[in-house]
């Protein structure tokens, strides 16, 4: 709407726009006026604290990667696939993960596994060996490191699944079709043609991704505890600090992973230049 009169409808839009933003700049506002500079510092320089921070960027991160790797194909398959039955059922399953509680996810989880070690006491064999393989999985995962990348994972795909599922929808499949006709392979167009046009939403997926996997809190400390130094995450470092009533170090952490938020969001803007979910395909 540059360069048009704006009306009296575009004024009350843009009015609750405004407000809903200032109220978020309230509360932050409102989180910053709390803390002390010494519940700061004390943070700030908390060896228990650098290692949660760490751990979160690291589990984050490889969630964000493993969760790209998984969604590309996935969202091409259901972008492309859409009139099979099997694909309209599975798009299902994308929108129950996004729905359902993250806390479900978490338990069922955690079940999973314990319902391996019920299985190896059958007397079935087949039961009993897949009844081994879920428990020895179970033992790599529950309460370890690497229960929280699973659990980020299940939780944090589903969103990078369907809105670069939106990208993919958003190209003409007969931009594949005249590729096709000249000579390109169905792998050549793909990764020559198909890919390049959706960087933006896979951008977009993966920040979706990341963002859900960096706060994530409920099902990790189901699945993986909270051990200080070994399994604890900034999410779950708020918890501890509000279970034993230290509310100014929550909201000091809650700030930090707000700013490392925002910084990754303002640089990834950056990198793709403009409003990241304003379309799939590239400019």
Not at 87 to 92: E, L
Not at 115 to 129: F, H, K, P
Not at 259 to 277: E, N, S, V, W
């Amino acid at each position: 709407m540059k360069g048009e009169k704006r009306t009296l409808f575009d004024g009350i839009t843009l009015s609750v726009l405004l407000i809903f933003c200032g109220c978020v700049a309230i509360l932050v506002v409102a989180n910053v006026s709390y803390i002390t500079a010494g519940a700061a510092a004390e943070v700030l320089n908390s060896p228990d604290i650098h290692a949660a921070l760490l751990l979160t960027l690291i589990t984050s991160l490889v969630t964000t990667v493993f969760s790209v790797l998984i969604a590309i194909p996935a969202a091409y398959a259901l972008s492309r696939n859409g009139d099979l039955v099997l694909v309209k059922a599975a798009d299902v399953v994308v929108d129950l993960l996004i729905v359902v509680p993250v806390l479900v996810v978490g338990v069922s989880i955690l079940v999973f596994f314990r319902a391996g070690t019920i299985m190896t006491g059958s007397e079935l064999t087949i039961v009993r060996l897949i009844g081994r393989v879920i428990s020895g999985a179970g033992d790599l995962f529950i309460y370890r490191q690497s229960g929280i990348v699973l659990t980020q994972f299940v939780c944090s795909v589903p969103f990078a699944i369907r809105i670069i599922k939106t990208t993919f929808d958003e190209i003409p499949p007969r931009t594949g079709q005249v590729a096709r006709t000249l000579g390109c392979t169905p792998t050549g167009v793909f990764f020559r043609l198909t890919l390049p046009m959706a960087f933006r939403g896979i951008i977009a997926g993966a920040l979706l991704a990341w963002a859900r996997a960096f706060g994530l809190f409920g099902p990790v400390s189901i699945v993986a505890g909270a051990v200080r130094k070994k399994t604890e995450v900034l999410a779950t470092s708020i918890f501890l600090e509000i279970s034993i009533g230290r509310l100014e170090h929550a909201i000091t952490i809650s700030l930090v992973m707000i700013l490392i938020a925002a910084l990754a969001l303002g640089t990834i803007r950056m990198i793709t230049g403009g409003d990241l979910f304003s379309s799939g395909r590239s400019r």
